[in-house]
């Protein structure tokens, strides 16, 4: 587990498809300050607003950041008005992004979110991760099982 928690911060930036259960579960315990998991299956507190569980462990500062993140992954504030349980796969994925960037986290981890989306919010997702590594230098880890993700030309490494 060591390994790969050591691993993840000498890495460079880039988009890695992570298809090796071994390697997923060694990455997503190596529980790094700077690592967010992103998954279809968002917890959130039942109680708090979708806008209170995204400002949620955020510092005071980065909240007002909340407007132009929602911009950046293509959200209508509007949203932010809806129930949990009215969001469909991609929009929690995307809230979860702006969740994670106001927490300032720099390693992304995708789990199976490819498999539970249309294929266009599929194409939108990896565009948007190549632009993460591209424009941010993040590092960002999609695991999946899906062969055909190998041959797309934003993977900068398979593991």
Request: hydrophobic share 40%; glycine share 2%.
């Amino acid at each position: 587990m060591e390994k790969a928690s050591t691993e993840i911060t000498k890495m460079p930036a880039g988009f890695y498809l992570v298809t090796t259960d071994t390697y997923q579960k060694e990455l997503l315990t190596s529980n790094q300050a700077s690592t967010a998991t992103l998954s279809i299956h968002w917890e959130t507190l039942p109680f708090l607003s979708l806008r209170e569980n995204i400002q949620l462990g955020v510092p005071k500062h980065n909240r007002a950041k909340i407007f132009s993140y929602l911009q950046s992954v293509e959200l209508s504030p509007l949203l932010l008005k809806k129930s949990k349980e009215d969001l469909s796969n991609i929009e929690r994925i995307k809230l979860q992004f702006v969740h994670f960037f106001l927490q300032e986290k720099e390693i992304f981890f995708l789990d199976q979110s490819c498999q539970e989306v249309t294929i266009s919010e599929k194409q939108w997702l990896l565009n948007f991760c190549h632009q993460l590594v591209e424009k941010k230098q993040r590092k960002v880890f999609l695991f999946s099982k899906d062969e055909q993700l190998i041959h797309i030309a934003f993977i900068d490494a398979v593991l």
